[in-house]
């Protein structure tokens, strides 16, 4: 398997898809985060790029074969998945996107119980190191993949956070600018 080590980064994994990141390398860090944290199951969201949803099947395939559940909360902001870790319990997340990248990078940023961020000095290396081994586990239960709509928490969420009986009726516009935003405010 081509595999390129650079895709590992301080605080998250990033590559060019599918020339340094492809459904293989997903599936592969799917089950490394199942094997390292031991978790029973994973928060997964994704933004709107266009290679998100392969990169969505692959890890997913990943995560499952190696025993734990999908919790799919859609497409979201990686505020929204940190939020959803956090306000449910997660044992684990992983958010599908390349951030502030161009549109041909994707990647993940993942994080454990109470939406604490991995990072190189905490989860990564470990996940990386199942990587370059290249070996799914086997004869483990499937895990399942159970959807769940965390918009209307998120909002009231956010909301939370201002008094909305202190602000005067006006009107606002808003422009996302492509990003996930686009999705998150509408409910708020």
Known sequence: MKFDPSIFKAYDIRGIVPDSLDKNIARLIGAGLVEHLDCSEVFVGRDMRVSGNALFSALCE???TAGADVIDIGL???DG????VGKFGGQAGIMITASHNPPEYN???ICKAGAVPLSGSDGLPQIKAFVENGVMPSG???GKIIALNIDEDY???CLSFI???KIRPFKIAVDAGNG???KTLPPI
Not at 81 to 84: I, K, R
């Open 140 to 142: 483990k239960r499937a």
């Open 107 to 109: 990647g993940f940023k």
């Open 155 to 157: 909002a009231l969420h």
């Open 62 to 64: 990943g995560i499952t």
């Open 163 to 165: 008094d909305t009986a």
């Open 76 to 78: 979201v902001s990686t």
């Open 180 to 182: 996930m935003a686009g």
């Open 81 to 84: 998945l940190y939020f959803a």
